[in-house]
């Protein structure tokens, strides 16, 4: 084997040969070893379920840099099964097993078994739908759940029939669907978890380029009801939005024209991120000097808990009929209105705020 066959990727060192292995998730692994290192620095145990291993450069990465007592490293496929299990052997000697059976099957065996996990990892391709049900059957009362989707075409409203088949929601299409995505992901995850009374919640809401990631924490009591789970109407005339309770469905118009609303949900309304775990893991990156990760966990943090939606500076221009703002003075113009305002971290030309599109315009003008 030649030494141009090992990549490295934080303290990993691994082959990739026949396995997956996406370079441009690392952002995504990298939240997740910070979430796992606070996690058993908090709890003082770290047993991680990685339910589609491919290469194994996760499995890794818990263990030696988020400290794992214990990884099971599954995937379905078992022609990947020397690449794997040769990855882990190299670095972790005895604190691991490797499996190729189907997600389902596993955590359905997790659940049989009592055999719950203080990081369920659940890292697959296209929509994680058919798996949601099953994976919360293995992971403990107080330990984390992180998903992946990457099936934006559904949770943007470009496939509104998918997404009511695959997440019991309608998706519609406008400038923050990308953020939408992430709430109807949790919403989901959120109604299922009810169902089985208990509850989800979000430690952190990812989404990089195509990929949407949660990390959400089980809890013992559901979180969901109808201020936190409920729909998002947005006015295509004036470019608003605002939230829908239920008791409001069938008599809701823009409150800023009076024009109808286009009604999409379910979905999640509560905060995106815990502000207080984003702190935690961003002191640990400075800790590890990770500079791009605590930036990206700062900015998180200040969007954690503000409204569902963002505005996007091109929208802010266009309807404005006025250049472009510079997002950073804008940010602040609104701030001395005496409004919240932040950047966010689904798209680098939008902000959340407190503020309406109309007083964003204004606000834009004198900036």
Known sequence: MNDSDWQTEGKATFRVGNAFYRPAGQMARDLGVLAAAVHRADVGQLRVLDSMSGSGVRSLRYCLESQADWVWANDSNPEISAVLRGNLERSLPNSFKVTHQDAKRVFLECCDRHDFYDLVDVDCFGSPAPYLSFCLGAVAIGGLLYVT???????????????????????????????????????????????????????????????????????????????????????????????????????????????????????????????????????????????????????????????????????????????????????????????????????????????????CIEAARHS
């Open 149 to 359: 989707s990457t099936d934006g075409r559904s949770t943007t409203g470009h496939a509104p029939d998918a997404c009511l088949a695959l997440y019991g929601s309608y998706a519609r299409s406008h400038p923050a669907a990308h953020e939408q995505g992430l709430r109807i992901l949790i919403g989901s995850i959120q109604q299922i978890a009810a169902a089985q009374g208990l509850g989800v919640e979000p430690v952190f809401s990812l989404f990089l380029g195509e990929t949407y990631r949660v990390m959400l924490r089980l809890v013992a009591r559901p979180q969901l009801d109808s201020q936190t789970y409920g729909l998002l109407g947005y006015c295509h005339r004036c470019g608003d939005y605002q939230t829908v309770s239920w008791r409001e469905l069938g008599r809701t118009n823009c409150a800023h024209d009076g024009h109808w609303l286009t009604i999409g949900g379910a979905m999640w309304l509560g905060a995106l991120h815990n502000s207080k775990q984003l702190h935690k893991l961003a002191s640990l990156a400075d800790q590890w000097q990770w500079s791009k990760q605590s930036t990206l966990l700062n900015t998180m943090a200040e969007e954690s808990d503000l409204p569902p939606y963002f505005y996007t500076l091109g929208e802010i221009g266009k309807r404005g009929k006025l250049d472009i703002p510079k997002r950073s003075h804008l940010i602040k113009t609104l701030q001395t209105m005496g409004y919240r305002a932040c950047a966010s971290h689904v798209n680098i030309q939008a902000i959340k705020t407190t503020a309406t599109l109309q007083t």
